[in-house]
């Protein structure tokens, strides 16, 4: 029986409205309307987000994770790539997501580096081999990582060596190398790359050492040089956070590394010294490269955007009871 619609009260129209509106909505005609273009839409968004991630994905597990990674994208120079610290925190780039230039001098080994960069996701990786301290080479990492990838957005200052030496007899031969390499080069090489990082408000990270915080014998020199890499990184924070450029420091305890095993004791023993370190690390153990490298990775991502001038210790413990190594 149909009521007219002039006897309708106010509330009973409004209730019929409703019902001819949800009758409209379930008609076939209209349902299937409905679902084609629902269809079209879900299959539109799913196109649209793997040609976006593809390029970063291996395998559609990747895909999935593609979309937490911290450094999506964005391009990193990280000097002393070709072993070590610096292999470690390239590997770690590449799981999230960076596009690497990567620099050393032993080709071989950062060949062995690309590749593993590429077995970890990073498609995009460019490498120079050559000496950092010489100005020409800083100056064509710095023009060939812009020309290939259009833009700089990290710049790891890794590269560094230490020698035992303690000051009472420590020569000017082994000063120069240590500050040349510690201190010259990350200076003058950030500075080539400061207009670039700029345009992109991108960072710096410096890696000195936990020794800088404690005493480790015959080791003078080279903290000296890396406390000089830490006032580096606290003044130039200072001269670029109004340009949206962070820099910060970590300080890695110990890493297996050829750094390391080049290291000796007075009894010519390299392994004592690694030995010795392990045991004055509360955690009892050493730290992976690429563990180093995802802690490099944070402070280089935007999860650690209000960070800057800041030093990052990363030692197991090491400093925090330890005043040296016996
Ligand atoms: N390992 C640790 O326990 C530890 C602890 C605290 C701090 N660190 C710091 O971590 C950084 C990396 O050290 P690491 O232990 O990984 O040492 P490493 O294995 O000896 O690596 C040093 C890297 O620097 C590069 N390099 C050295 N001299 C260079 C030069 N003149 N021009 C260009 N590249 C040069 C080396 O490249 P080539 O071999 O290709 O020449 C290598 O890739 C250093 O700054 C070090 O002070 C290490």
Known sequence: MFTPLSTLSPIRGQLWKLASGFALLVHPRHLARKFVRCFLLIQYTVICWCARYYRYCNTPAELVTAVEMA????????????????????LAFSKEGAKLSLT??????????????????????????????QDAFRKTL??????????????VNNAGISSLCPLQSATKDQYDRMMALNVEAPLFLTQLAIPHL????????????????????????YVMSKVALEA???????????????????????????????????????????KAMIKATPMGRACAPEEMGHIVAFLASDKAGFVTGESFRADGGFTMTTPAIA
């Open 71 to 90: 450094l999506r994208g964005l391009v990193a120079i990280i000097t002393g790539s070709s072993s070590g610290v610096g292999a470690g925190i390239a």
């Open 104 to 133: 050393g001098r032993n080709l071989k080994n950062l060949e062995e580096v690309v590749k593993d960069c590429k077995k970890a996701g990073c498609q995009d990786v460019l490498t120079n081999v050559g000496d950092i301290t």
């Open 142 to 155: 710095v023009e060939s990582t812009k020309k290939k990838f259009g833009k700089i957005d990290v710049l």
């Open 198 to 221: 700029i345009e992109s408000k991108g960072n710096v990270i410096n890696i000195s050492t936990a020794g800088t915080s404690t005493i480790a014998p015959g080791g003078g020199v």
């Open 232 to 274: 580096f990184t606290r003044y130039l924070a200072q001269e670029l956070a109004t340009k949206g450029v962070r820099v910060n420091t970590v300080n890695p305890g110990i890493v297996p590394s050829q750094m390391i095993s080049r290291i000796v004791d007075d009894k010519g023993q390299a392994a004592e010294v690694e």
